[in-house]
C-alpha cells in the first residue's frame, strides 16, 4: 500500500505483486522484479497512477464541461447541481465522495478533486445525461471538446 499524503489531501493506493516503489532523494522509483509480460504492464500502470497521486495531492484535478442548447442551464443547489437539459424534469446531480461540482454561470460546471478517476467519472456521468447531438451540436460536452456535425438528410438533395 502506497499513501502519499500533500496540502490537498491523502490518497492511498495498492502495488502489484513483482512491484516495488522506493523513496529516495524526494523522487518516487518503481521497479520490477522480472521483465515478464504482466510485470511490465504493472510497472508502467503503478508509476502512472503514483505520479496523477502525487500531481492530485499538490494541485488537484478540474474538468469543465459546457451546456450548449437553447434552454439548456444549469444552477447549484444544496446539495449538488439541478441541470435543465431539453427533458420534461430538472436533471438532480450528487457529487461524488471526494468531488465538488460548482455552477459557473447558467452554462458552464467544473468538476474537481484531488482523485484524477472520480473527476472523469463525475464528468462522464454529467455528460450522459445529454450527449451532444451528432445533427445539431446541443447536449453537454466538455470545454474545447470538437462535436463533427453530420448534415441533414436534406444535405444531398440536388435542386
Do not use: C
Not at 14 to 21: E, K, L, N, Q, T
Not at 96 to 119: C, F, M, P, S, Y
Amino acid at each position: 500500500m502506497v499513501t502519499i499524503t500533500g496540502p490537498q489531501g491523502v490518497l492511498s493506493q495498492s502495488v502489484g505483486r513483482g512491484i516495488s516503489v522506493e523513496v529516495t532523494d524526494g523522487h518516487v522509483i518503481v521497479s520490477r522484479d522480472s521483465d515478464a509480460k504482466k510485470l511490465r504492464e504493472l510497472h508502467g500502470l503503478t508509476r502512472t497512477l503514483l505520479a496523477n497521486m502525487v500531481t492530485g495531492v499538490t494541485e488537484g484535478f478540474q474538468k469543465t464541461l459546457d451546456l450548449v442548447g437553447v434552454g439548456y442551464r444549469v444552477q447549484e443547489s444544496e446539495n449538488g447541481l439541478i441541470i435543465q437539459a431539453g427533458y420534461s424534469h430538472p436533471v438532480v446531480i450528487q457529487p461524488l465522495e471526494g468531488t465538488i461540482v460548482a455552477a459557473e454561470g447558467n452554462t458552464r460546471i467544473h468538476v474537481r478533486g484531488i482523485d484524477k478517476q472520480r473527476v472523469g467519472e463525475m464528468a462522464a456521468r454529467i455528460r450522459t445525461i445529454r450527449r451532444p447531438n451528432a445533427y445539431t451540436g446541443k447536449g453537454i460536452r466538455y470545454l474545447n471538446e470538437q462535436v463533427k456535425t453530420k448534415p441533414g438528410k436534406t444535405a444531398g438533395r440536388v435542386r
